[in-house]
């Protein structure tokens, strides 16, 4: 059973930058997809990027393509969700998930595992 517990959410003006942690416990992630959505007010939960813990390889919505970058640490079990050039748009609850690789890494109810979000408000 694999633990999800995000953090690093908060207040930015746009245009600038904010970056989320997950970290994830009760298992090895060798072989898992580690993916971020959100979900805004009003709205469905929505795909955000996706990173592949064994080899990195990165996916990302076309909405934050070139602003948002998926990192991962392996020693820390960790993956960073980093944030630039914000909108006030991207004003969500960010979560972080967590599959098996490498089926549909897009959608939310691939992912078993989710942590239990953090706020993110961006103000104009």
């Known amino acids: 059973q694999v633990q999800l517990v995000e953090s690093g959410g908060g207040f930015a003006q746009a245009g600038g930058s904010l970056r989320l942690s997950c970290a994830a416990s009760?298992?090895?992630?060798?072989?898992?997809?580690m993916g971020w959505f959100r979900q805004a007010p009003g709205k469905e939960r929505e795909f955000v990027g996706a990173?592949?813990?064994?080899?990195?390889?990165?996916w990302y919505a076309d909405s934050v393509k070139g602003r948002f970058t998926i990192s991962r640490e392996n020693a820390q079990n960790t993956v960073y969700l980093q944030m630039s050039a914000l909108k006030p748009e991207d004003t969500a609850i960010y979560y972080c998930a967590a599959k098996l690789f490498p089926q549909r890494v897009g959608f939310a109810d691939a992912y078993p595992y989710w942590g239990q979000g953090t706020q993110v408000t961006v103000s104009s």
């Open positions: 009760g298992g090895t992630l060798t072989n898992y997809a």
């Open positions: 990173i592949r813990w064994s080899g990195g390889s990165t």
